[in-house]
């Protein structure tokens, strides 16, 4: 009986001598690998990162001088007093990948140097190749849209006080200003109706006729008063989650503008990403396996899935599009060794295999 308990463990040590002189390379999930005391690498897989641009116009409204006046021009939409509006004009979505932290592994290395072959990353530590690397800047963070501001003068916000005279009441004064309305209106008929003996060609007559037009909106704003409009460009950045796919991630209203986040006034913007289920035919391991298995000659990478994207504020969708997720998708294992391989390193998904 000894001989045979003495048979089955010599067995047992040689399986496992031979496992171990195989095991080239071991992939070990980040939170069961031991930091210094392995030879190898830390590689990750990407995980997608959505961005949205709001683009907002801010309109800031000022007050004529002679709002209390403006039925001497009998107009009826007029600016009673200084103050903000806002509207919300488009909303861009772009998206980049950065490493995930929950599909970081560690690859023991126990090969002999002839034997080595090549880890390609991405400068955030992103798998894109062993042997054979991708396109390494395809995982590139899209930069923000820059703001376009209207350029504002002081001339454009103080314009009330520059008809103003110590010698005349505001009352006279936008008696003044009506008489100056009433003689550019009539400048302009004459010119529409070639009163002017000279001739002039049809560009010049297109150039006066937009000067006159001009000067009497001036005086117009002195009694329905100014609009002066920004635009510029709000940018959110959302981390997709399978466990939470609706976020609740920025308010907007017309009276105080965009903020991020959702405290304040204003309505709500959410932003959903539902998975289509591509993946679904796919049989995973578990996350507690990716996580506590160590795999010999082996290496993660990801199939993504696909979801439907969708920004909307209150019951208004202001955009939809589909989108490739990488967190979304599956683990699965490709063998490593003696086969070339090359991953996107937005998606984690293998784009090119060569067996030698």
């Known amino acids: 009986m000894k001989h045979l308990k003495s048979a089955f463990l010599l067995l047992a040590l040689m399986a496992l001598g031979m496992g171990n002189a195989t095991a080239q390379y071991i992939t ?31 309109i800031e409204l000022l007050e004529g001088p002679y709002s209390d006046y403006v039925y001497m021009i009998g107009a009826d939409d007029y600016i009673m007093e200084d103050g903000m509006e806002y509207r919300l004009l488009d909303v861009m979505m772009t998206t980049y990948a950065e490493a995930d932290p929950n599909a970081t592994f560690f690859v023991e290395m126990n090969a002999k140097k002839g034997d080595a072959i090549e880890f390609y990353l991405t400068p955030k530590g992103i798998l894109q190749g062993v042997g ?10 899209p930069t923000p849209l820059t703001s376009h501001l209207s350029p504002l003068t002081s001339q454009d916000r103080n314009f009330k006080y520059q008809y103003g005279s110590k010698a005349k009441s505001p009352e006279q004064m936008a008696y003044a200003a009506v008489e100056m309305i009433n003689r550019i209106r009539d400048e302009k008929i004459k010119l529409l109706t070639g009163f002017q003996e000279t ?3 049809l560009d010049t007559y297109r150039q006066m006729y937009a000067d006159l037009d001009q000067m009497e909106n001036d005086y117009l704003s002195l009694f329905v008063g100014k609009r002066i409009v920004n635009t510029v460009v709000k940018t959110v950045y ?4 399978k466990e939470v796919p609706s976020q609740s991630i920025a308010k907007f209203s017309t009276d105080n ?7 304040g006034p204003g309505n ?3 932003l959903q990403a539902l998975s289509l289920k591509t993946t679904g035919s796919i049989n995973e391991p578990s996350q507690s396996a990716v996580e506590t298995i160590s ?17 909307s504020m209150g019951n ?9 997720i990488a967190q979304y998708g599956v683990f699965m294992l490709a063998p490593l060794g003696k086969t070339k391989l090359a991953l996107d390193p937005t998606t984690g998904q293998i784009t090119e295999m060569k067996s030698e």
């Open 199 to 201: 001739a002039f060609t």
């Open 268 to 270: 709500v913007i959410t």
């Open 132 to 141: 054979i690397a991708s396109t390494p800047s395809s995982d590139s963070q």
């Open 316 to 324: 208004e969708v202001l955009l939809e599009k589909r989108v490739d």
């Open 257 to 263: 503008g965009f903020s991020s986040g959702v405290s």
């Open 295 to 311: 795999h010999e000659n082996k290496l993660f990478y990801r199939i993504p899935e696909t979801a439907n994207v969708k920004v």
């Open 238 to 241: 959302v981390t997709p989650s």
């Open 28 to 58: 070990t999930h980040a939170k069961a690998a031991t930091p210094g005391q392995q030879r190898g690498i830390y590689y990750a897989l990407p995980r997608t990162v959505i961005q949205l641009d709001f683009v907002i116009e801010e």
